[in-house]
């Protein structure tokens, strides 16, 4: 896929000078055999990755736990009201509120598999920022 886009292949030839080491594939994690060790090595000695299609999920899925997930709150309100006439005039209300947190990914596995030959995501360690591009 960086191939066959010229201008992304310029972007790696001009950076691969400032590097100490690159590596470049279609499937990064795949290329090391599928050993989640040396992937977390590899990646925390890594500044940046430029993360495109892969045809794994099993690929995918990883590089979803890489990048992480965030709490995600889903908050629900029920509003309640009643009356009485019993033994004179009444009214009232009430509400209740529940708060659902639960992990979500940041980028999810079908995100990742379902991007097409000229989306990427830049991930800058450095900086701690996650970009999603196209290139044209």
């Given at each position: 896929?960086?191939?066959?886009?010229?201008?992304?292949?310029?972007?790696?030839?001009?950076?691969?000078?400032?590097?100490?080491?690159m590596?470049?594939?279609?499937?990064?994690?795949?290329?090391?055999?599928?050993?989640?060790?040396l992937?977390?090595?590899?990646?925390?000695?890594?500044?940046?990755?430029?993360i495109?299609?892969?045809?794994?999920?099993?690929?995918?899925?990883?590089?979803?736990?890489?990048?992480?997930?965030?709490?995600?709150?889903?908050?629900?309100?029920?509003?309640?009201?009643?009356?009485?006439?019993?033994?004179?005039?009444?009214?009232?209300?009430?509400?209740?509120?529940?708060?659902?947190?639960?992990?979500?990914?940041?980028?999810?596995?079908?995100?990742?598999h379902?991007?097409?030959?000229?989306?990427?995501?830049?991930?800058?360690?450095?900086?701690?920022e996650?970009?999603?591009?196209?290139?044209?």
């Open positions: 896929m960086f191939t066959k886009n010229q201008e992304l292949g310029k972007v790696i030839e001009i950076n691969s000078r400032k590097c100490k080491k590596l470049v594939g279609v499937d990064v994690y795949s290329m090391m055999g599928s050993d989640d060790k992937l977390s090595n590899f990646m925390a000695d890594c500044k940046m990755a430029i495109g299609r892969h045809k794994s999920m099993n690929s995918c899925r990883k590089w979803s736990d890489y990048i992480g997930q965030y709490d995600k709150n889903e908050v629900s309100i029920n509003f309640g009201g009643h009356s009485s006439f019993h033994q004179g005039y009444g009214f009232g209300s009430d509400y209740s509120y529940n708060v659902n947190i639960r992990k979500e990914d940041i980028l999810s596995p079908e995100e990742i379902g991007f097409s030959s000229n989306e990427i995501i830049i991930l800058n360690q450095k900086k701690h996650l970009a999603y591009t196209q290139v044209v």
